[in-house]
């Protein structure tokens, strides 16, 4: 079995963590950051949208390929990969303004929803 859908949302996914990669880097450049002394809020905020990021992705990922891996619907996998995506860019773009904001809201909230729904979508499958 392909894991074209899980596929499709990893190459996305992994497109954008190279851009958030690549913010810190450039955050870590314009304050001269190597390891150690004093960091910038802009270089902390972009460490801390590009860790977030990692923190909740790959999990995510590894639920949908299992959960296409076990023969889930093809539509709820794409409308789960499409969620996880748009709540990611969501929460990437909110994380650094200041609060309350709500696209920092939606992105985590969507995060959680799409961890949840494929708990959920995993738990009927084991169960049916």
């Known amino acids: 079995m392909k894991l074209t859908v899980t596929l499709a949302t990893a190459v996305v996914c992994v497109l954008f963590y190279l851009v958030l990669s690549l913010r810190v880097v450039s955050a870590r450049r314009a304050s001269r950051f190597a390891v150690t ?5 802009v270089l902390t905020m972009r460490i801390r949208t590009h860790a977030n990021f990692a923190e ?43 609060a309350p904001n709500p696209w920092r809201f939606l992105g985590t909230v969507g995060t959680f929803g799409v961890l949840l729904a494929e708990s959920v979508l995993a738990l009927q499958l084991l169960l049916a």
């Not at 002394?37 to 809020?41: I, Q, T």
């Open 37 to 41: 002394g004093p960091v910038s809020d």
């Open 56 to 98: 909740y992705v790959p999990l995510a990922l590894l639920m949908l390929g299992l959960l296409e891996l076990a023969g889930a619907a093809h539509t709820a996998l794409v409308v789960l990969g499409a969620l996880l995506v748009a709540a990611r860019l969501l929460h990437a773009y909110g994380l650094p303004r200041p």
